[in-house]
């Protein structure tokens, strides 16, 4: 194994999904201390720090160990948290921003859709990134994993040329926005648009149509119940 070329691709993991490293060796059971060593090269990439990546986090060991794949080479909607929230969560004074808009209705610019004045209350919980923005999903295209009017929490990419395949992502075109699972296409100037919603077919893309990428990092079910 290239540990250089392995570290980068752990490395790539922790930023796209948006943990912390310490983060990051809690969600695949590692200690944190021996994991910066791993990231550092003072500890060698072993064989036990991979596996713990690929039970924890569903990554494709191909993907992680040479490169080629994708990292997740079956998407999961389990990549993604699902939390289950009383209305009332909603309207916290402090907290990751919830904006009174529709995620995927209209054509409103990224730069509106999160103006200050859309912002209606937040939500204070410890496993929901502050720099994340929440915001209200529509339709029923990814039924059951996000359902309609449930809502997500969201953040934009670093760098949208480095998608993380199989991810859930906001899907920002010119004319519309949709939420979907981004998997990689035999042609690289395409993906694919996947549907949680097997009544619902894939979707070839351009990348050059593609304005904004937000990745969903949680996604907030409300609880209905009196």
């Known amino acids: 194994m290239a540990n250089e070329d392995i570290i980068g691709r752990i490395k790539y993991l922790i930023k796209e999904i948006g943990m ?19 990231l550092n090269g003072k500890l060698p990439i072993s064989e036990s720090l991979i596996n713990k990546i690929i039970i924890n986090l569903g990554v494709s060991k191909t ?11 079956k998407y999961s909607s389990g990549s993604v948290p699902s939390l289950v929230i009383d209305a009332d969560a909603l309207k916290s ?15 409103m610019a990224r730069s ?8 209606v209350g937040a939500v ?3 496993n929901i990134s502050p720099d994340c923005r929440i915001v209200r999903v529509s339709g029923d295209s990814m039924s059951p994993v996000i359902c309609n009017g449930d809502y997500i929490a969201v953040r934009e990419l670093s760098n949208m040329s480095q998608i ?3 991810h859930i992502y906001v899907v920002v075109l010119d004319d519309y926005r949709m939420v979907k699972y981004i998997r990689k296409h035999a042609d690289s100037d395409k993906v694919i648009l996947r549907s949680e919603n097997p009544r619902y077919d894939d979707m070839e893309v351009s990348r050059s149509d593609i304005r904004e990428l937000l990745m969903v990092q ?7 119940r009196l």
């Open 63 to 73: 993907w992680l160990k040479d490169g080629s794949d994708v990292p997740f080479a």
């Open 20 to 38: 912390t490293q310490g983060e990051f060796a809690e969600k695949i059971g590692c200690d944190q201390s021996n994991l910066s060593k791993h």
């Open 164 to 166: 993380f395949w199989g």
């Open 218 to 224: 949680n996604i907030l079910h409300i609880d209905t």
């Open 93 to 107: 004074m402090k907290g990751t921003p919830v904006y009174d808009i529709d995620v995927t209705a209209g054509g």
């Open 124 to 126: 204070n919980m410890p």
């Open 112 to 119: 509106m859709m999160f103006a200050d004045e859309y912002i």
